[in-house]
């Protein structure tokens, strides 16, 4: 298996700018979480979904960011419009009940 | 609410050494504990799980166990190695948090050849 896949891994765009950020789950996984990372907060779950329907998305920031699912196998993270202070590591990770998380390999976002 | 306090935020031994990284949760109500592993400009890769009717699991030198009475874990790692280097991260999950990770700030861990 190939693992969690995200892409892109790096972004830069302009204050403004929409950014889609998008991530493909381990087949077989029916939980999907998209996580922030950043020196200062650390990792912060900012929503997760169960069999393609999002559970509990408190984590998200603003009504600015939105996250889909329409499938089983692929998922996104919407930002729009972007601001300097989105700017982190982003991380998708997917699992089964009860097992591990696995983790991608993030998409480094910076929002000038 | 749970919350999960990783102690010390910073180590550095050398290397050859055994080492001791420590977890705390407040609320014992646990599903299980895991130990993660991130690697500068990396993803988290899982180390252990421990489910709470566990005491402890092992995987080569790593060695995880878990306390609930007294909301604690730790992450052993016996004969350290200059690729040890990376932060180890606790994480909780519990049931009335629909299982969702409750992550500790970290570790940053050196290991100096």
């Known amino acids: 298996d190939a693992g969690v896949i995200q892409s892109p891994r790096h972004e830069v765009t302009e204050m403004g700018q929409e950014v889609t950020l998008r991530c493909k789950p381990i087949s077989g996984h029916d939980y999907l979480f998209w996580y922030r990372q950043t020196m200062m907060r650390g990792l912060e779950l900012l929503i997760y979904?169960?069999?393609?329907?999002?559970?509990?998305d408190s984590g998200m920031p603003e009504d600015r960011f939105s996250a889909k699912m329409p499938n089983a196998s692929f998922s996104t993270l919407k930002i729009q419009p972007s601001e300097p202070r989105d700017s982190a590591v982003y991380f998708c990770a997917s699992t089964g009940l009860g097992e591990t998380q696995y983790f991608g390999p993030g998409t480094r976002l910076l929002v000038l | 609410k749970q919350e999960v306090t990783q102690i010390p935020a910073a180590l550095s031994v050398p290397e050859g050494e055994n080492l001791v990284l420590n977890c705390s949760f407040t609320d014992s109500a646990i599903y299980n504990l895991q130990w993660f592993r991130q690697d500068p400009g990396k993803g988290l890769t899982s180390l252990l799980l421990?489910?709470?009717s566990q005491r402890e699991q092992t995987s080569g030198r790593l060695n995880a166990s878990l306390d609930k009475s007294s909301g604690r874990s730790t992450l052993y790692i016996a004969a350290s190695q200059p690729g040890d280097s990376a932060t180890y991260l606790c994480?909780?999950?519990?049931?009335?948090?629909?299982?969702?990770?409750?992550w500790g700030a970290g570790t940053k861990l050196i290991i100096k050849p």
């Open positions: 421990i489910q709470s």
């Open positions: 994480a909780v999950s519990s049931w009335d948090s629909n299982y969702q990770l409750i």
């Open positions: 979904f169960n069999n393609n329907v999002p559970i509990d």
